[in-house]
């Protein structure tokens, strides 16, 4: 038996050792626990260092998301911003409306909402300017606009065609209709733009796109000329 002190070889089955006099299961015993408790320490230092290393690698992963996560911010708007677009352009049916389309879009606003300053801005510049200025008072609707008030649904229009300072528009879908406030006077029979198309003269003046036949744009019936031109007063020519 070696003895773990100096190392003397000694007889099996000796308790001390014949040169050293160290008692040898002692030691033995000793060292052994010491060997334990080394590699339980050494175990218990590599958890931690993997349980450092976990920590330290999970702590990287979200410094990373966070500097990331503002660009992901952008890609996800980025993305949302083309869905609407395209969802827009859908509704527009797969065009841009043109400046003079948007003119008459805006005339109809106006006379669904009786605003005078609105319609003139569309259809008599000069006025307009010259009320903003305070050089002229704003007229009362009544006075351009012939009912009490009026029902627009949905105008839908087509650019017929456009050259320089020129445009003619054609409304193809929406209905207008007037209406009294009162019992005595009958609303108008109104118009559906889907069945009788009305052309919309326009030309740009001072750099604003101007309806040049108002009272034709925002007749709240069926235009005479829209019915293959008969006349806008057919009896009076039944005689002739």
Known sequence: MICPNCGYKNPEGRRYC?????????????????????????????????????????????????????WMGLVVLGVLAVILVVLLVSLAGGRSMSAPEKAVHDLFKAIEKKDIEGYLKLTDIGYY????????EAPPAQAYMNYDYYQVGEIKTRLAGQEGDSARVILVGGTLRGFWTDDIMPPSPGVDFALNNRTVDLAKVEGEWQIMDPVKASYPDIYPEDVGGGSEFPETEEGL
Do not use: D, M
């Open 129 to 136: 300017k010259a009320i903003k200025a305070g050089e002229a």
């Open 18 to 70: 014949e040169e050293c006099g160290e008692r040898i299961a002692e030691v033995i015993h000793e060292r052994g626990l010491s060997k334990r408790r080394t590699a339980r320490e050494a175990a218990r230092l590599r958890r931690e260092a993997e349980e450092k290393g976990i920590e330290a690698e999970r702590l990287e992963r979200r410094r990373l998301a966070r500097k990331t996560a503002p």
